[in-house]
């Protein structure tokens, strides 16, 4: 009895690992058909662990995007219509903005 639920514990923990492996290549081979040239560059040194290339990324990037959308969050939260435009130029400046 005790062998068969070693067993189970032992399967279910292989199940997992493989899902993760799975998914964890996933996550690898997406990041590396959406990035650009000069962005695959930077992670050539990471490129066997998604988390690693997440967090060269947010290393290059992180400080940029995070200014970036201060200032467009800003933006958003300051648009108003102002009486003297439409509303379909409205909807056009905040498209702008996305």
């Known amino acids: 009895m005790r062998i068969g639920n070693l067993l189970k514990t032992w399967e279910l923990k292989h199940e997992r690992k493989s899902s993760w ?5 996933l996550a ?11 962005d695959l560059l930077k992670i050539i ?8 290339i997440w967090s ?3 290393d290059e990037y992180g400080k940029s995007l995070d200014f970036e959308y201060i200032r467009v969050n800003a933006d958003f939260v300051s648009l108003r219509k102002d009486q003297k435009i439409t509303m379909n130029d409205h909807i056009n400046k905040f498209n702008d903005h996305l």
């Open 28 to 38: 690898g081979e997406a990041l590396f058909k959406s990035l650009e040239l000069t």
């Open 56 to 58: 060269r990324l947010k």
């Open 21 to 25: 492996e799975t998914r964890h290549a």
């Open 45 to 52: 040194a990471v490129k066997d662990k998604a988390s690693a």
